[in-house]
């Protein structure tokens, strides 16, 4: 099946006691048992539901993986992976990445003496050069956020498995609508299904896609054991947001695009980062890549951290808000809210500094996402002079 097709459709098929063609809710927390060992595939609904179970049959149908684990946020399914490390062991993530990835593994798997070390997202090179006896896993995120630099799945899988490392890839900011990492050698997909998979702003969740069984069941394990999973109404919610993700990673791409142009030559902008442009560091490897460029645009503008403020406030159509991948658009300021728990000396050397805002673009027509933005980057007379001293100093 092609991939509108497998979304509407994959791990769905239409109720056997029913013959409701959509998955129902299965709201219940066990499941009767016909003597020792004589339940029918479900025990208790930590260990598997019936909802669950078609969203995570679908999730992985759509990474191409043989795999689906699904879990109660993006951060949950993070732990799940990292589960499959122990004691004394070593990770490389690259260096532009999710604060609260940065959180978990300072904070969290420092504490069992676990160590990561970071790399420049896109040097191939470097990732080989940190890799240590006791190196498990690679963690990537392409795009990465907030900055949107590609990494080279292929090489660094060829890299991971020549070093019998396992290699992760975040990839929410695409969603399987325009990477399947799988298929260019990752052993681990994970979502958080939250942003695009759902794609409404109205589920908090996360998944896993793997195609080795050994992985599989380490994970599923995990997952059973502590529990960390969606219910049943989330499930389905999740699973109904799915069925439109293909037409919608077409509308965010198409207004992404058209935003990163408009900010591209509006004067108060510095700098945009879009894969989709011809001035991205990392556009012929998006191409070879990706089937698409994404809804995700950044950009750092000209003025200061308290001009912020006033730029956030001016928005009438955009939401100032924490998340992505909705059908709305959303603002960010990662220095602030995504990226906050990354110290400052470390985030502003890896780029985000007080003048970067992350949009995700959403699915509104698209004049008036521009429309929103020409008016809340629009200059004050003593903004105007401050730029024109700035650009003297420079010059």
């Not at 006691?17 to 930590?46: D, V």
């Not at 993700?245 to 058209?258: G, I, T």
């Not at 521009?370 to 629009?378: E, F, G, K, S, V």
């Not at 002079?385 to 700035?390: A, F, H, S």
């Amino acid at each position: 099946m092609k991939f509108s097709t497998k979304a509407i459709h994959a791990g769905q098929e239409p109720d056997p006691s029913t013959g409701a063609i959509m998955t129902p809710i299965f709201q219940t927390s066990t499941y009767a048992q016909n003597g020792l060992g004589g339940h029918k595939g479900y025990e208790y609904s930590r260990s598997g539901n019936p909802t669950r179970t078609a969203l995570e049959d679908c999730i992985a149908a759509l990474e191409n993986g043989q795999y689906g684990m699904a879990f109660a946020s993006g951060l949950a399914a993070e732990q799940g992976i990292l589960s499959l490390l122990k004691t004394g062991d070593h990770m490389i993530a690259c260096d532009d990445l999710y604060g609260g990835s940065y959180r978990i593994f300072e904070r969290i798997l420092s504490r069992y003496q676990i160590e990561t070390s970071y790399v420049p997202a896109a040097n191939v090179q470097d990732y080989e050069k940190a890799i240590r006896p006791n190196t498990k896993l690679i963690w990537l995120e392409t795009p990465t956020n907030p900055l949107l630099r590609l990494v080279d799945i292929r090489a660094i899988a060829e890299i991971a498995h020549r070093h019998n490392i396992l290699l992760v890839v975040d990839n929410t900011f695409s969603s399987p609508y325009f990477q399947l990492p799988l298929e260019l050698g990752a052993d681990i997909v994970l979502h958080s299904t939250t942003k695009y998979i759902n794609g409404h702003s109205d589920v908090v969740g996360g998944a896993v896609v793997v195609k080795d069984q050994s992985v599989y069941e380490a994970i599923k394990f995990y997952q059973n054991a502590a529990g960390g999973i969606p219910g049943p109404f989330d499930s389905w919610l999740t699973l109904r947001g799915i069925k439109t993700l293909a037409v919608r990673m077409k509308q965010h791409q198409e207004n992404a695009f058209a935003v990163a142009r408009f900010l591209s030559d509006h004067p108060r902008v510095e700098k945009v980062y879009y894969p989709g442009l011809p001035s991205h560091p990392d556009h012929e490897l998006a191409k070879r890549q990706m089937s698409g460029f994404g809804g995700m645009v950044s950009f750092t503008f000209k003025g200061s951290l308290e001009d912020v403020d006033q730029i956030v406030r001016r928005l009438k159509v955009i939401t100032f808000a924490e998340s992505l991948g909705g059908i709305e658009s959303l603002l960010c300021h990662p220095a602030s809210m995504t990226h906050g728990s990354i110290p400052r000396e470390i985030r502003e050397a890896r780029g985000v500094d007080d003048t970067l805002l992350r949009l995700s673009v959403g699915i509104e027509d698209v004049e008036d996402i521009l429309n929103d933005l020409d008016q809340a980057l629009a200059t004050r007379p003593e903004i105007d002079q401050d730029i024109q001293e700035q650009q003297l100093v420079h010059k």
